[in-house]
Nanobody
Framework: QVQLVESGGGSVQAGGSLRLSCAVY????????AIWFRQAPGKEREGVAQ????????TYADSVKGRFTISGDNAKNTLYLQMNSLKPEDTAMYYC?????????????????RGQGTQVTVSS
């Protein structure tokens, strides 16, 4: 059974940084595609970053490009999201999700495995 467990959320002031982690348990395949997506109250889910293990290619939403970095440590079975220059509009619940193939940032609900989320709050 595959489980994803996020951690690292918290409260920061605008301009600050946070690093989210997503520990993956039970995934037995050699390649993966993983994303971080977020959802704020009253707003739709937004995929913010995607990484494909085959080659390490990454994709970012325009709203976070240049500020967020997605990475994966296969030895630790952990996915990361480094978030810099945080803005109040980044406030949301952040989730990681994974699958055998990439579904795209526009389709976070289509990823087969998903964590429970970690809250990020950015104050002005």
């Amino acid at each position: 059974q595959v489980q994803l467990v996020e951690s690292g959320g918290g409260s920061v002031q605008a301009g600050g940084s946070l690093r989210l982690s997503c520990a993956v348990y039970g995934y037995i395949y050699t390649t993966y595609c993983a994303i971080w997506f977020r959802q704020a109250p009253g707003k739709e889910r937004e995929g913010v970053a995607q990484i494909y293990s085959g080659g390490g290619s990454t994709t970012y939403a325009d709203s976070v490009k240049g500020r967020f970095t997605i990475s994966g440590d296969n030895a630790k079975n952990t996915l990361y999201l480094q978030m810099n220059s945080l803005k109040p509009e980044d406030t949301a619940m952040y989730y990681c999700a994974a699958d055998y193939v990439c579904r795209g940032l526009h389709a976070p609900d289509e990823y087969r495995y998903r964590g429970q989320g970690t809250q990020v709050t950015v104050s002005s």
